[in-house]
């Protein structure tokens, strides 16, 4: 695969933007998916984008999530755009423009706390419908994964989501 059109960034390195990593996509997988979902609350917005490279394959696809505070007018664009990025990376079209190595990766899950890869156990959390179940997914999650910055932040933020819609109810 040839590489991306980069970009240059602060430090020196190079990015390739989630554009570029979009025409790639879709250059490469003709029948190709990518959808997203989010979770609102007053103060916090949780993106989920699915990659599917292949319609006909659907059991094969990459996840990549998001979560941040609402401020400022392109909050929303920008949540969603950072979690379509990472569910492209995940599928092999990283920032720098190439792919990603062993290497690299296991480089990554040193960096989110330790020799895990979070979209496992941020998947399970996403499943949760309600408080009660994200208790008891929790509780079944590894301890490095619970450690996980993350895993802890949608869990949290689904908490309060959670919370929120319980109150709203009564």
Known sequence: MPKLKTIKVSGGGDYAKVAERLKEFHSQYKTGKI????????????????????TTKPERYFTGHSLGAIKGVKAFEKLETIAVGRALAFLGLLAD????????????????????????????????????QLKVIWKNLSEKERQNKEVLSLKDFLKEEFNNQKNAGQ
């Open 97 to 132: 423009g190439d792919i990603a190595s062993a290497d690299e990766m296991e480089t990554y899950k040193e960096e989110l706390g330790g020799d895990i890869d979070p979209s496992e156990a941020i998947a399970k959390l996403g499943e949760a419908e309600d408080e009660n």
């Open 35 to 54: 959808e997203t979902s989010y979770n609102l609350t007053e103060a916090m917005i949780c993106f989920k984008a699915i990659i599917t490279p292949d």
